[in-house]
């Protein structure tokens, strides 16, 4: 059973910086795409940024140009840097990874962007 698991949530100030990690259980190559979600109180799940087998990037609007998705195959993992943070990227952020038409997620991580 495909497992994900991230890491790197907490706080930061406005204007600041975080790096999310997300580990798979699986060699991350065998995955269509994997993908950083985020929902903040209140609101609907939204896309954040994802990443196919190729290797090319998707960003949400609100987050393109700050945020970078990257990943390293042989540690099985993905990352989301984020920069320039601003209140409202606070949220729970979840790490997805799809084979097919099957999803997995991760159990999300807090990201609280606070002064």
């Known amino acids: 059973q495909v497992q994900l698991v991230e890491s790197g949530g907490g706080l930061a100030q406005p204007g600041g910086s975080l790096r999310l990690s997300c580990t798979s259980s699986?060699?991350?190559?065998?995955?269509?795409?994997m993908g950083w979600y985020r929902q903040a109180s209140g609101k609907e799940r939204e896309l954040v940024a994802t990443i196919n087998v190729g290797g090319v990037t998707k960003y949400g609007d609100a987050v393109k140009g700050r945020f970078t998705m990257s990943r390293d195959g042989g540690r099985k993992m993905v990352f989301l840097q984020m920069n320039s943070l601003k209140s409202e990227d606070t949220a729970v952020y979840y790490c997805?990874?799809?084979?097919?038409?099957?999803?997995?997620w991760g159990k999300g991580t807090q990201v609280t962007v606070s002064t």
């Open positions: 699986i060699n991350i190559f065998e995955f269509n795409d």
């Open positions: 997805t990874a799809r084979i097919v038409s099957r999803n997995t």
